[in-house]
């Protein structure tokens, strides 16, 4: 999945390139006078005052017409509220900046270019993400636990020791974690590894595909990759088949194994470890009587029914629009965890992981590079899909603080607003990084 929330409206501002090749980190730079004009001129347009002949450059006009531009920052006050003021400059250069503006629900981050030559006009507009306005760990819970649905939440030090969380809303409730779980395969992977069992380097043939996300589903049958590439793919672009493919090569004992060595606090949960095709397909109304008998059966039946249900439950047979519909069978065929199970292990990850996996771990922030930036180490993995959200973090500051953050989202009634989510999960790993 994902994580990173580019509205619409980023797309569209981000048409006249912005020039990141000229950007440079300025400890503490003073804010140019063009750079001070035009984050007033964000906040206006963003307010509504039509002033787009002289804020923006023809080259940006041309790719944004103003009707264009005014219909998507309707969009942006109908999801945020009214923009009420810049909270921040930090310049990159004089003629390049990431601006924050404070809207009644949220604060946005707009990265802004200007012409190099007066007057400066506005070159680039790439709005990139909000984060909830809360100022406290404890505001941001409560706007959190106010969602519809349920949410389980967990913020702890990583080490092993009994000190109380930092914060917590429902720790041991049982979740759907979705992609989440990938988390478990990884650091199987990385035991073995480091046990001398396996290699990185070992090669191993793809299969069984899956359904996107990912970019393996699309490669040759059979295509050999290694452990390392599989990895990579399964945890920073979320690859299905990647995922699918570790599954079969690990096996259930090794993936039975992780999941209890980690401390899940009920391993039984899952177990069999589920492909994403098998369950995906078995939410299928097409195998409704198949799904019947695997939901009314335990976990070592379970392993049969699937070995022999493994040629029927095929891509050909999953239908796209009903799994991205509506919560589908969320509460029963998915991958289960508590808050708590998921910092135990990212835990275990912070404890032993080698690192390679670390490195896997840090390659997509999720949340988005701006907030990652705010930290000597940024590790994740998230899940998703309609009902479900699953936001894991492994963090450490800039000053050496750690921590283990888990953040999960259920409503098997309706799918969810993810940037609601992502607003306050943002706002929240941000406030961290404050302390």
Known sequence: ?????????????????????????????????????????????????????QAFDENFRNAVPPEQFRALTRQVVTQQGQPLEIASIAPRSPNSAVIKVRFEKSIGTINIDLENAPPHRLSGLLLTGFEAGGNSLDEVMAAIDALPGRQGVLVQQPDGSDRPPLAALDPAGRYAIASS???????????????????????????????????????????????????ILMISISDNSATDTLIRVIGQDRLAGIVKATGHHEPEELRPFLMTRQASALKMPVHASRRAAFLAAGPAEREDLLAGYDRALTIDSIDPRILTSKPRHIDQLEWFASAADMVRLLAYLHRNMSAESRAILAINPGIGQDAADKWDYFGYKGGSEPGVLSYNFLLRSKTGKEYAVSVNWNDEEQSLQESELLALTTRLINLLAEQ
């Not at 501002?13 to 140019?32: I, T």
């Not at 988390?183 to 070992?202: C, F, K, N, P, T």
């Open 181 to 231: 779980v990938k988390l478990y395969l990884l650091a199987e992977l990385d035991r073995a590894v480091r046990a001398g069992e396996r290699q990185w380097s070992d090669v191993v043939r793809l299969g069984p595909k899956s359904h996107p996300s990912g970019i393996s589903q699309n490669w040759p049958d059979g295509s050999p990759a290694t452990l390392h590439t599989l990895a």
């Open 1 to 53: 999945m994902r994580l990173l929330y580019i509205f619409a409206l980023a797309l569209l501002f981000g048409s006249s390139p912005f020039a990141r090749e000229q950007a440079f980190a300025q400890a503490g730079a003073s804010v140019s006078p063009q750079l001070s004009q035009r984050a007033s001129d964000v906040l206006r347009l963003l307010q509504g005052e039509i002033i787009e002949e």
